[in-house]
């Protein structure tokens, strides 16, 4: 199966400033990329799909990049609903596979 | 505007039969190019995919639950089902149910449900 591993773990980040989130994979999963949200009691929303496609209604200050094995969501200016769980998962091939989790923090 | 609403038993008990449904409304489950899909989070930790099945009723598992898991659709009620036989103390999660179109990721997702084995 293909293992997904984001970095880093948690991110302390003080509002306004800007999260850089890294996920890469063991094999190329070529765009087929998706990125969730996860608050707190909360199911996962999606965010990202195909690498750097915005789900409806995603503010633009999310954004993702990246093909193959590696890939980067950037948060421009976070607002404090942003702090939340993010999740990368591919589904490029069976089965599909997230990756463990970085948590954005406040710092 | 498409929901979909876990349910089933809260606790189960060890060596038993975890089965939940998930009903989904404000759309057909027959609806092309769709994968209905389960996935499960243990208390504290982070997402599993479960397993899916297709529009035309193919299904596709994780390796790692694939002898224990069945998941199918009755369009009659407009709704999937997830079973998961014999199982043990690390199948405690929420379990949440998902529609995953061909080529995207997870779109829509149930609240989940949290199941508990314990006897």
């Known amino acids: 199966e293909i293992v997904m591993t984001q970095s880093p773990a948690t991110l302390s980040v003080s509002p306004g400033e800007r999260a850089t989130l890294s996920c890469r994979a063991s094999e190329s999963v070529r765009s087929y990329l998706a990125w969730y949200q996860q608050k707190p009691g909360q199911a996962p929303s999606l965010i990202i799909s195909?690498?750097?496609t915005r789900a409806t209604g995603i503010p633009a200050r999310f954004s993702g990049v990246g093909s193959g094995t590696e890939f980067t969501l950037t948060i421009s200016s976070l607002q404090s609903e942003d702090f939340a769980v993010y999740y990368c998962q591919q589904f490029n091939k069976w089965p599909l596979t997230f990756g463990g989790g970085t948590k954005v923090e406040i710092k | 505007q498409l929901q979909l609403q876990e349910s089933g038993p809260g606790l189960v008990k060890p060596s038993e039969t975890l089965s939940l449904t998930c009903a989904v409304s404000g759309g057909p489950i027959s609806s092309s190019n769709i994968y209905w899909v389960w996935i499960r989070q243990p208390p504290g930790e982070g997402l599993e995919w479960v397993g899916s099945i297709s529009y035309s009723g193919s299904t596709y598992y994780n390796p790692s639950l694939e002898s224990r898991v069945a998941i199918s659709v009755d369009t009659s009620k407009n709704q999937h089902s997830l079973k998961l036989t014999s199982v043990t103390a690390a199948d405690t999660a929420v379990y949440y149910c998902a529609r995953r179109p061909f080529y995207y990721g997870l779109d829509i997702w149930g609240q989940g449900t949290m199941v508990t084995v314990s006897s």
């Open positions: 195909g690498a750097s």
